[in-house]
T-cell receptor, first 112, second 113 residues
Framework: AQSVTQLDSQVPVFEEAPVELRCNYS??????LFWYVQYPNQGLQLLLK??????LVESINGFEAEFNKSQTSFHLRKPSVHISDTAEYFC??????????FGKGTRLHILP | AAGVIQSPRHLIKEKRETATLKCYPI?????VYWYQQGPGQDPQFLIS???????DKGSIPDRFSAQQFSDYHSELNMSSLELGDSALYFC????????????FGPGTRLTVT
């Protein structure tokens, strides 16, 4: 069975400052890892994913995440955040079966 | 590009009523997943279908049932609704099973009064 732990339920960050949202997972099998973003009153959008290959994955809007197998982590980072990044971010894992297991989510607050 | 379509987007029902949620996957996607997201909660996997057969089952109450039709759309049927069923219900689709990227629909917000 897989599980996901997002260590921070809320992260306040000043605009244009860097941010890291932490995610750790546990699994007895090889995993696929995802970050989803949910803007207020909207659905889930895939931000980025790790399936195989390069351990550093990037999104089109400046986010990146690094798969670290030894630390079982998949932290999300952005060097400079914007007000528009205000959202709930979910780390998720799939063990190769059908379902995706989500973390509890981290709410990113961008402070002006 | 076409996305996952869910209908209705909002639904208000009373306790003990029934509700049917519909999901239309991305064209050529053969796998459909249903998730439930309670207020302030993370999405929880309910059930999935691959090629019209149930492929996996999560924390879906016995009062709920679902199926996938020949055109690959799926319906989630919910009976004897309870206040606790109020949630955002997401459908996702993918090609095949086993770790493939799932594309989520906008969700159906169900409110039970």
């Amino acid at each position: 069975a897989q599980s996901v732990t997002q260590l921070d339920s809320q992260v306040p960050v000043f605009e244009e400052a860097p941010v890291e949202l932490r995610c750790n997972y546990s699994s007895s099998v090889s995993v696929y890892l995802f970050w989803y973003v949910q803007y207020p009153n909207q659905g889930l959008q895939l931000l980025l994913k790790y399936l195989s290959g390069s351990t550093l994955v990037e999104s089109i809007n400046g986010f990146e995440a690094e798969f670290n197998k030894s630390q079982t982590s998949f932290h999300l980072r952005k060097p400079s955040v914007h007000i528009s990044d205000t959202a709930e971010y979910f780390c998720a894992v799939s063990g190769g079966d059908d379902k995706i297991i989500f973390g509890k989510g981290t709410r990113l607050h961008i402070l002006p | 590009a076409a996305g996952v379509i869910q209908s209705p987007r909002h639904l208000i029902k009373e306790k003990r009523e029934t509700a049917t949620l519909k999901c239309y996957p991305i064209p050529r996607h053969d796998t459909v997943y249903w998730y439930q997201q309670g207020p302030g909660q993370d999405p929880q996997f309910l059930i999935s279908f691959y090629e019209k057969m149930q492929s996996d089952k999560g924390s879906i109450p016995d009062r709920f049932s679902a199926q996938q039709f020949s055109d690959y759309h799926s319906e989630l049927n919910m009976s004897s609704l309870e206040l606790g069923d109020s949630a955002l219900y997401f459908c996702a689709s993918s090609t095949g099973t086993g770790g493939h990227e799932q594309y989520f629909g906008p969700g159906t917000r169900l409110t039970v009064t």
